[in-house]
């Protein structure tokens, strides 16, 4: 009698371990799971091969279409998105420095900074349509969806150009900080950002009277901006500190910096995931952070020198123009499946008109990101699994002993 209540005991022990066991185990999938996403979010997609130190890229996705500039070729390399294969080269000017594209009228505008002018390309017949002389090294160019105008930053100069898009010739010349090498706009407020990289500030223009109203210190040499897709947040590029300054927008004051890789060189906003992409040129990354928490999520390998980003609504792809490695590399992303703005659909480099980012140097199937430390959550988890597997062994153990 006594043995049989030893029996049921033992097997009542087994059962509640392997309960708990299966607990265990369950739980521990569960959260891999949920890492998984963190772990293997994104990786690259596709390379495609271009011409010569890519320093440029602009997309348009009302034709499925990808610009690329060719800085040492002195061409622009158009690829197709829907494919992302190479469609054809064109000449343009010297040392093409960045590239912007405007979807409603169908003309693309690059920017040749030794020329000192920006090349007018019409989209449809892939043929230039005009020359139109600028300051001295333009180094970034920026279209106005609402308006049609065209703003370049020579940054050998000092100013910024203004070009009609329908009269294709200068109309105004705005006088910025030194080193001017980055743009953005806010159609909300009508107002234009610009990076002065050598004064370490963001010059503000309203674009009402094409004149500068206000400075906003950042880190050392901002190179390159960026808004949100709300058009409150303005993030700046500071190339020698790598990192990112937060600027809010309303207030025109910095708030946060965000440590990125070394050497950051362009960024570009994934709207569909509201994520922020940086391109470190020196570590032949992209950093991803995220536009919730303002966290980094995840680094991306692409190519040699990464020089310039941009997203691609329609695929929720980001393109990323490889300088060193004369590729282009294609990182998945989430899709702009609703777009309820009073503007135009797209922009420069970025297809939401709530934002114009930077298109200068000097976006398989799309993830969500956990905006947690799912990884290291899932770890933790894996770990726990493994001591739960040992005691349970363990107590099965001394139980058979018993």
Request: hydrophobic share 40%.
């Amino acid at each position: 009698m006594q043995m049989n209540l030893h029996t049921s005991n033992g097997l009542s022990s087994g059962l509640t371990n392997r309960f708990a066991l299966l607990f265990v185990i369950t739980v521990m999938l569960a959260f891999v799971f949920v890492a998984l996403p963190g772990v293997m979010a994104v990786s690259v997609s596709a390379t495609i091969k271009v011409g010569n130190a890519p320093d440029g890229v602009a997309v348009d996705t009302a034709n499925n279409r990808a610009y690329v500039t060719d800085n040492t070729d002195n061409n622009l390399t158009i690829i197709n998105t829907s494919t992302n294969a190479p469609m054809l080269n064109l000449t343009v000017g010297n040392a093409p420095d960045a590239v912007a594209v405007n979807p409603s009228t169908g003309m693309v505008y690059v920017a040749d900074s030794s020329d000192n002018n920006v090349t007018v390309v019409n989209a449809a017949t892939n043929k230039q349509v005009v020359n139109i002389s600028v300051g001295s090294t333009p180094a970034a160019v920026l279209v106005n969806p609402t308006s049609g105008m065209v703003y370049v930053a020579n940054s050998g100069g000092d100013t910024v150009s203004v070009i009609s898009g329908t009269l294709n010739k200068v109309v105004a010349n705005i006088t910025v900080g030194n080193g001017p090498d980055g743009l953005a706009l806010n159609p909300k407020s009508n107002t234009l950002y610009v990076a002065d990289g050598t004064d370490n500030n963001v010059a503000v223009v309203s674009l009402a009277s094409n004149t500068r109203t206000a400075n906003i210190t950042t880190g050392d040499d901002p190179v390159a901006l960026a808004f949100d897709s709300n058009g409150t947040t303005l993030y700046a590029v500071d190339q020698t500190d790598n990192n990112v300054t937060i600027i809010n927008a309303a207030t025109n004051t910095a708030t946060k910096n965000i440590t990125v890789g070394n050497g950051p060189d362009s960024i570009s906003i994934s709207i569909g995931s509201n994520d922020i992409l940086v391109a470190d040129a020196t570590d032949g990354n992209v950093t991803i952070i995220s536009g919730t928490t303002n966290n980094q999520i995840q680094n991306v390998t692409v190519g040699t020198s990464p020089a310039a980003l941009a997203y691609d609504s329609v695929s929720g792809s980001t393109y990323v123009a490889n300088s060193g490695s004369n590729t282009v590399s294609v990182i998945p992303g989430t899709p702009v499946t609703i777009i309820t703005t009073t503007t135009s659909s797209s922009s420069s480099s970025s297809s939401s008109s709530s934002i114009s980012v930077v298109t200068s140097s000097s976006s398989s199937t799309s993830t969500t990101i956990p905006e947690f430390p799912a990884a290291e959550i899932g770890l933790a988890a894996v770990v726990a699994g493994v001591v739960a597997l040992a005691y349970a062994f363990s107590r099965r153990t001394a139980s058979h002993r018993a």
